[in-house]
């Protein structure tokens, strides 16, 4: 599967060139063929999944043992982290997936600022207490939480940064990514 | 073709966020096996430490150390590394008996450092002397505070209780009946008893009791020479009391001495 893309500032070829001029060639940096096809999706898929698994089902799942096995109150709505945590997800997965496209600068600004407002919501929360009989024990994952923090910003600031080239510069990018 | 600046610009902020969010979930993966590590030593090291103990008496509190090792075997430091129990009586709800604190020590990965928990005991107080001569149930709460990796603080909590016997267990002095002795004194026998409930410990020391009238005379003083195996003890002797001392009514106070560490029991009046 391919997608068929132009980036091309130049007018349109006319329909019928004249007779005794030879047909103009069709330049690399007019028309470009976008491998969307098999490995990207495929490696969007998986991505979509992995993400999926580590920051929507692994805690929702571990939230709901202890409340199940100890009785321990959830810190964060269990729902909230599947379906919040699938968001994300996809949307990791729809990045990696539009990578040569311009599409990518504005989904990645997208799945930034929801990755952003995901652990946000995580961080009013920053602490996990378990009590066992006579025992207790606390964590407290703000700080990491926050270090998490970092690849999202500079993903968002790459998203801009992006579309704004691929806004300022339409032809320019072809060459470049989709080689 | 060159591509442009913008373009430059955003491909080296997408290798940058790629790159930091690997360095974080390794950093992470490794923090994780670490934090295993630590558990699994913490683990073996349970039971096996040795563990050095030191008693002082300081003013009216009896002060004391427990050091023991502690070994990291992660590749992070534990960092503020602080240890507080805090002993109650629970039969008698008197509040605290005994504050213990250690720390705060940081222990470097791999390495093993000595925590000293230093505990104060006030023997002069109420508790200290129901304890000397009643059971209880001695309640404990430990917390155990640390920042691992300097990243991660955790807290740990325990909640234990002890039966107490107490190793003058209804200590009770009776007097025979008194006869002159000269010297404007009586002599009276007396009788000691009491029970060693404090398991598997052979209680060695000295009684020292006075005898004071209701006016705050002190009628008769004596020493008695303890060496109590577990379980029921009697102790005799002869008390000398001045013979304008009317005997009944008065009240016997002192201490037991061992170690050193004069530990008062409750006063107790003579019938």
């Known amino acids: ?179 | 073709m060159k591509p442009s600046g913008t373009y430059r610009l955003g491909r080296a902020f997408r290798l940058l966020a790629s790159l930091a969010l690997v360095a974080l979930i390794l950093f992470l993966v490794s923090v994780v096996v670490s934090a295993v590590q630590v558990g699994q030593g913490v683990q073996s090291q349970t039971g096996r430490t040795h563990t050095a103990v030191a008693a002082q008496l300081v003013g009216t509190n009896l002060e004391v150390s427990l050091t023991f090792p502690i070994t990291n075997r992660g590749f992070y430091e534990i960092e503020g590394l602080r240890l507080a129990s805090q002993f109650t009586d629970t039969t008698l709800q008197t509040g605290s008996l005994a504050v213990a604190q250690g720390g705060p020590i940081t222990i470097p990965g791999g390495a093993t450092k000595n925590l000293t928990l230093m505990a104060k005991f006030n023997l002069s107080g109420p508790a200290g002397s129901y304890l000397l001569v009643n059971d209880a149930l001695i309640g404990e709460k430990l917390w155990l505070n640390a920042t691992y990796a300097n990243l991660v603080p955790v807290g740990v909590g325990y909640d234990s209780s002890y039966q107490w016997g107490a190793p003058l267990y209804h200590l009770a002095f009776s007097l025979g009946v008194p006869s002159l002795a000269g010297n404007g004194t009586v002599a009276a026998p007396v009788t000691i008893t009491f029970e060693n409930h404090a398991q598997g410990l052979t209680l060695v020391g000295t009684l020292r009791s006075a005898v004071v009238a209701p006016n705050g005379t002190v009628c008769a003083s004596a020493s008695f020479p303890v060496l109590a195996p577990p379980g029921p003890n009697t102790l005799g002797g002869t008390i000398y009391v001045l013979a304008s001392c009317p005997i009944h009514g008065d009240t016997v106070v002192g201490s037991f001495l061992t170690a050193g560490i004069a530990f008062p029991f409750p006063p107790e009046t003579i019938p």
């Open chain 1, 1 to 179: 599967m391919s997608a068929r893309v132009v980036y091309s500032r130049s007018p349109p070829a006319p329909s019928s060139p004249p007779v005794d001029s030879p047909p103009a060639p069709a330049t690399e940096a007019a028309t470009h063929r976008v491998r969307l096809t098999g490995w990207r999706i495929a490696g969007g898929v998986i991505l979509t999944a992995l993400a999926f698994l580590a920051i929507g089902y692994a805690p929702y799942a571990a939230e709901t043992y202890a409340a199940a096995q100890f009785g321990v109150p959830p810190p964060i709505n269990p729902g909230f982290l599947l379906g919040a945590g699938a968001i994300v997800a996809v949307l990791a997965g729809a990045s990696f997936t539009a990578k040569p496209t311009r599409a990518w600068g504005p989904i990645r600004i997208v799945s930034s600022v929801v990755s952003l407002a995901y652990l946000g919501v995580l961080l009013r929360s920053p602490v996990y207490s378990l009590s066992l009989h006579s025992f207790s024990f606390s964590v407290t994952y703000g700080r990491i939480l926050e270090l998490f923090l970092i690849p999202p910003i500079i993903g968002l600031v790459a998203g801009i940064v992006t579309t704004i080239g691929d806004y300022r510069h339409p032809s320019e990018r072809a060459r470049i990514m989709f080689p």
